[in-house]
């Protein structure tokens, strides 16, 4: 079935650092969805992209639509404690897939050392 | 209420029994979603119900497991026969197809302990 790989894994940064993390896939999405999931939460959306190329800023975040419509990165500038986390990409389609048309990443772990 | 509410939060039960789930998802979200998130995992893909279509029931591990949305509203998750493999965060999300597309909304999660 259709993956999104998303890296890295985990991250261990030290505050005030800047973090970025990306997932690709095979297939191409028709909108790039970014989440964040805190502990004892359920995720929570951050960013959605809804054209190839679009480039979005939402406060010290920002995210990309790959133009090949088959990417997408989230960037975290000078991180503070509370971006800890997990991240989670998402990548949907109009129609013709499965699970709703909607397909998760497998998260980046992030921790932020004071 | 404001967001999708699931219960129970927490649920132990004993191997073999039955548990039921619950979600109630946002007034008036066509489209309602169950995951299963295992520790610090990523989201498993469990039912995704739309509307009056039919579910897409394609990430339901076993014939244990099985979802019902009945009036296009509240569903529950029904997981027959419990067996220690089956715990889990059960995460359940709503949308509105019409809005942009994707943007689900998440509960809380109901987090089942198989003993």
């Known amino acids: 079935g259709q993956q999104l790989n998303q890296s890295p894994q985990s991250m261990f940064i030290q505050e005030g650092e800047d973090v970025s993390m990306n997932c690709t896939s095979s297939s191409i999405f028709n909108t790039w969805l970014w989440y964040k999931q805190e502990p004892g939460e359920g995720p929570v959306l951050l960013i959605a992209l809804y054209k190839a190329g679009e480039l979005t800023s939402n406060g010290r975040l920002t995210a990309q639509f790959g133009i090949t419509r088959k990417d997408s990165f989230l960037n975290i500038s000078a991180s503070i404690p509370s971006d800890v986390g997990i991240y989670f990409c998402?990548?949907?389609?109009?129609?013709?897939?499965?699970?709703?048309?909607?397909?998760f990443g497998k998260g980046t772990k992030l921790s932020v050392k004071p | 209420g404001a967001g999708v509410s699931q219960s129970p939060s927490n649920k132990v039960t004993e191997k073999g029994k039955d548990v039921e789930l619950r979600c109630d998802p946002i007034?008036?979200?066509?489209?309602l979603y169950w995951y299963r998130q295992s520790l610090g995992q990523g989201l498993e893909f469990l039912i995704y119900f739309q509307g009056n279509s039919a579910p897409d029931k394609s990430g339901l591990p076993s014939d244990r497991f099985s979802a019902e949305r009945t009036g296009g509203s509240v569903s529950t998750l029904t997981i027959q026969r419990t067996q220690q493999e089956d715990s889990a965060v059960y995460l359940c999300a709503s949308s509105l197809l019409t809005s942009g597309v994707g943007e689900l909304f998440f509960g809380e999660g109901s987090r089942l302990t198989v003993l």
């Open positions: 998402a990548g949907h389609r109009h129609y013709g897939g499965s699970q709703g048309n909607l397909i």
């Open positions: 007034s008036g979200h066509t489209a």
